[in-house]
């Protein structure tokens, strides 16, 4: 009894460490840290073996629903196996969401300390703003050493990671250092480099060029530093002075041409025109791939995928796993969009779901993301209510869950918030 209680003891403190692993690999590339997911999921596996039955996790409340969810979203993506044409690709997409069932089995049946919770946001923080310094770094040198500005992809390109999802991980950055900010324990040194991180963080996402992250993230820090205000946590002198210098930061960034023009792309209503030739049924010709920005190429795709889900008869039930990227890739083709667009997911994860799990599947997905709201209030988690109102806007334009570094990364962190409630405590078993 006692060796199996050692060895129980010793997969906890593993798989803590594992999810230091975790929560600092989220820039890597995805073959790293799948590495390090994998060795959690076995260490999960094992624990879980020995563990017995009457003193295993017992879920209550929210949980079970939730748990539920989650579980019934990723059936669904299996169950869409026995319609499709394409298993392969069925199967890889499939596969692709197993984080949909494995981090929050991970989660509600692993006690995390609120000790162990702050460290693992500390562990977050330092990894993205090293990233982000690095990335700053090699922006200079390239800037200097060629007279080139890498904005956007190119920016981001040097640890081979989408603009847009490295941007999520900035945000989040921003959300926990202000979180670690404004806590009691927060040392003054602390909080210095606290401010020092943010600052990095807003010139990152100008330079990275993401509207819509740049949006959530000022207007976020806005009404968490009002509320701060509002509970008298912390000085508004130290306020007023780390927002003047994030203002005057990002306004001389944007005095820069290449990010000034990708910053106002979203108010032009450019391509629109392009966008009422696929309504009206007209081929788009080469010249007329050039006219579309980001936003009327996402209402094109949204438009064609809500009409080739209904043109099919498929509206219960979706194109499926498999067989949604054939399926939109000969319409790309019909109309014009391809080879330009060949593959492109539909940026926007409630219409994704939609289009490739109909309407039992989008229902799955909007009850889970309402019961979680529901228990974010409920345990008065703001920092939970927080990313996941930033999780909805997010997903409004990207198809945030069909990468690896989007699905794992979103999960992952909705799952470790959950963690902090009222009853954290510290854990019988974790010490840490």
């Not at 806590?183 to 993401?210: G, H, M, N, Q, W």
């Not at 130290?238 to 003047?244: G, K, M, R, W």
């Not at 009422?276 to 010709?285: A, S, T």
Request: net charge positive; charged share 20%.
């Amino acid at each position: 009894m006692k060796s199996k209680e050692k060895l129980n003891e010793a997969l906890n403190k593993w798989i803590l460490f594992t999810l230091y692993l975790v929560v600092i690999s989220f820039p890597l590339v995805y073959h790293a840290s799948n590495v390090v997911l994998y060795s959690l999921w076995l260490l999960w596996l094992v624990k879980t073996f020995i563990t017995p039955k009457d003193k295993r996790t017992v879920l209550t409340g929210l949980n079970r629903p939730i748990l539920v969810l989650f579980l019934s979203l990723f059936l669904w993506q299996a169950i869409s196996l026995t319609y499709n044409i394409n298993i392969l690709e069925g199967i890889k997409n499939v596969e692709g969401k197993l984080s949909l069932v494995f981090i929050p089995l991970l989660f509600f049946t692993t006690e995390l300390s609120l000790k162990s919770i702050m460290s693992l946001f500390k562990a977050y923080v330092f990894s993205i703003s090293s990233f982000s310094v690095f990335l700053l770094a090699n922006l200079a040198f390239i800037y200097f050493s060629e007279g080139k500005l890498l904005i956007y992809h190119d920016f981001t390109n040097a640890i081979d990671l989408h603009a847009v999802f490295f941007s999520y991980y900035v945000f989040l950055n921003v959300v926990l250092t202000s979180y670690l900010y404004f806590r009691k324990d927060t040392t003054k040194s602390e909080r210095v480099i606290y401010s020092t991180s943010i600052l990095l963080s807003f010139i990152v996402l100008v330079i990275s060029a993401s509207k819509n992250v740049l949006a959530v993230t000022t207007v976020s820090l806005f009404l968490g530093y009002i509320l701060s205000i509002k509970k008298r946590r912390i000085r508004v002198k130290e306020i007023l002075i780390l927002l003047f210098t994030i203002l005057i930061g990002v306004a001389v960034l944007l005095q820069i041409k290449t990010i000034k023009n990708r910053v106002n792309e979203i108010t032009e209503l450019r391509g629109l025109e392009g966008f009422q030739k696929v309504r009206d049924g007209i081929f788009i010709e080469e010249e007329d791939i050039n006219q579309f920005n980001g936003t009327s190429l996402r209402l094109t795709l949204w438009y064609l995928g809500v009409k080739t889900l209904r043109e099919e008869g498929k509206l219960i039930q979706g194109l499926s796993a498999g067989d949604r990227k054939d399926v939109m890739n000969q319409k790309y083709f019909e109309t014009g969009l391809n080879p330009w667009y060949y593959d492109y997911n539909l940026h926007n994860q409630f219409v994704q779901t939609f289009v490739e799990l109909g309407l039992v599947g989008l229902i799955i997905y909007l009850v889970l993301i309402v019961l979680l709201f529901i228990k974010a209030i409920k345990d008065r988690n703001w920092l939970l209510t927080v990313f996941l109102s930033a999780f909805v806007i997010f997903q409004m334009t990207e198809s945030v869950l069909e990468r690896n570094k989007g699905i794992v990364f979103f999960i992952f962190i909705i799952m470790l918030l959950l963690k902090l409630n009222p009853h954290c405590n510290e854990n019988r078993n974790i010490r840490n």
